[in-house]
């Protein structure tokens, strides 16, 4: 069965930096696309960012220049450096996959992703 799990959420003051983790395993991961979500309460999910099989990323603009997206092919792990952090990122952090595919467009699609994980609680204070 196909699994997501994230971790490194935590508090941390504006201006500083986390890095987000998720260990994926039930399908293949080399052939996935990988995204990254977000959802404050009472707003709607936002994509924040995505990386193909082949390491090509795309970024929210929100969060374009502050945020990067990589991935370990070896370890089965996508990773979300955060950093220059905002009061506005605040929010919930989902990880999730779309199996055997690859996304062309310039930000996730919610819907282009079959798979998630739990979440990991982002909070930044001003």
């Known amino acids: 069965q196909v699994q997501l799990v994230e971790s490194g959420g935590g508090s941390v003051q504006a201006g500083g930096s986390l890095r987000l983790s998720c260990v994926a395993s039930?399908?293949?991961?080399?052939?996935?696309?990988m995204g990254w979500f977000r959802q404050a309460p009472g707003k709607e999910r936002e994509g924040v960012a995505l990386?193909?099989?082949?390491?090509?990323?795309a970024y929210a603009d929100s969060v374009k220049g502050r945020f990067t997206m990589s991935r370990d092919h070896v370890k089965n792990m996508v990773y979300l450096q955060m950093n220059s952090l905002k009061p506005e990122d605040t929010g919930m952090y989902y990880c999730?996959?779309?199996?055997?595919?690859?996304?062309?467009?310039?930000?996730?699609?919610?819907?282009?992703?079959?798979?998630w994980g739990q979440g990991t609680q982002v909070t930044v204070s001003s």
């Open positions: 999730a996959a779309r199996p055997d595919g690859y996304c062309f467009t310039t930000t996730p699609r919610a819907t282009d992703f079959g798979y």
């Open positions: 039930g399908y293949i991961f080399s052939r996935s696309c």
């Open positions: 990386i193909n099989p082949n390491g090509n990323t």
